[in-house]
């Protein structure tokens, strides 16, 4: 029977851990959690809130069943992580049973069925959102419009009553509308142009008055997060290079039926995804060289799937089509072993 090899003490712990790594990446979304509650209202902090209530009280469940330590795994961030990401993802104006299905989805379903974090080859949250959005898209394209352009107010009671009662006085219509991706397509497909559709009151200098700011929020957090090497630069390099030059080919080819590149790089969830989803380190590859084509392909598929496709964010779908890679990726960009010999 093989045995285990260790190497001679003295051993010494790491500096970090699941627990660490994971409040770091909490830590760092909180600017662009805050300028998203800043400019959309409480309607994301109670989605939130509520998602991760239920993402421990299924990781609990799902940890007596198999048996495991609640102490070791329930409280390692990971849970939270899932939750809160998933979280800001869904409209803040969806019921409460989105949040919660899509949250039971990602935590037992996407996370455990596979064996627990470190097993799962697909990233949970994301799971959570395509499933929702494929099987909820009425619920999942009712998103809330920034203070500066509803017609009425939106508190926090109005979130909460909303959230849980589906009921709003005055109606949602005054409130909700299409993000500026979903915007931009349903009218180039009406045939107008991009410099038409772009000066239009949800548009801003960048993409889309509100949007453009949180996703300005989370390039601080996700930067902060390469600073004390949390994550590293190629996939977020990688990923946001890629979509802004695919942009630009098709902008240059066509500049009135295609958005410009900082339009596609600000618009959505690309920054969250480059820095916070593209990069978790079980689902995405991990060689060096690994990673930057892994990030490629995000981003060309980002690209494609939002301009020709059927889902005009497409960052979950880009990441779980290249999660599938991953391994092979991995496989073929292995760096040589020092002291490596070809036998050419």
């Avoid at 309607?43 to 198999?66: H, T, W």
């Avoid at 009553?161 to 949602?172: D, M, N, R, S």
């Avoid at 979509?243 to 080919?249: E, N, R």
């Amino acid at each position: 029977m093989s045995q285990l090899y260790a190497p001679s003490s003295p051993h010494m712990h790491g500096p970090n851990s699941v627990g660490k790594l994971m409040t770091l990446l909490l830590l760092a979304l909180v600017p662009g959690i805050v300028v998203y509650v800043v400019l959309f209202g409480w309607g994301v902090v109670v989605n939130i809130l509520l998602a991760n209530v239920v993402a421990l009280l299924s990781e609990a469940l799902v940890l007596k069943i198999r048996q495991r330590s609640l102490s070791t795994f329930l409280f390692d961030g990971s849970a939270i992580v899932t939750a809160t990401l998933l979280a800001i993802s869904i409209p803040p104006m969806a019921p409460w049973w989105i949040v919660v299905v899509g949250t039971i989805f990602a935590i037992v379903i996407a996370k455990h069925l596979y064996g627990g974090l470190g097993y799962n080859p697909f990233n949970p949250a994301m799971v959570g959102y395509a499933m929702l959005l494929v099987s909820f898209p009425k619920e999942m394209s009712a998103w809330l419009l920034p203070e500066s352009l509803r017609t009425q107010a939106y508190d926090f009671t109005d979130a909460v009553t909303h959230i849980f009662t589906e009921k709003l006085q005055g109606g949602v219509d005054g409130v909700s509308g299409a993000t500026p991706l979903d915007y931009m397509k349903t009218q180039l497909g009406l045939e107008r142009s991009v410099s038409d559709i772009a000066s239009e009151s949800i548009f801003g200098g960048l993409a889309g008055i509100g949007f453009e700011w949180v996703s300005v929020a989370f390039l601080i957090g996700g930067l902060w997060l390469i600073y004390k090497k949390v994550i590293n630069w190629h996939i977020p390099v990688a990923m946001l290079v890629s979509v802004f030059v695919m942009a630009s080919l098709f902008y240059l080819i066509d500049s009135d039926q295609y958005a410009p590149p900082l339009f596609h790089v600000f618009a959505g969830a690309t920054i969250l995804g480059a820095f916070f989803i593209a990069t978790d380190p079980v689902t995405a590859a991990t060689t060096p060289k690994g990673r930057l084509i892994y990030g490629a392909g995000i981003g060309v598929l980002i690209y494609i799937i939002r301009v020709w496709g059927g889902f005009p964010d497409a960052v979950a779908f880009a990441v779980l089509l290249m999660n599938v890679c991953a391994p092979t990726i991995d496989q073929f960009t292995k760096p040589k072993v020092f002291g490596f010999k070809s036998n050419d």
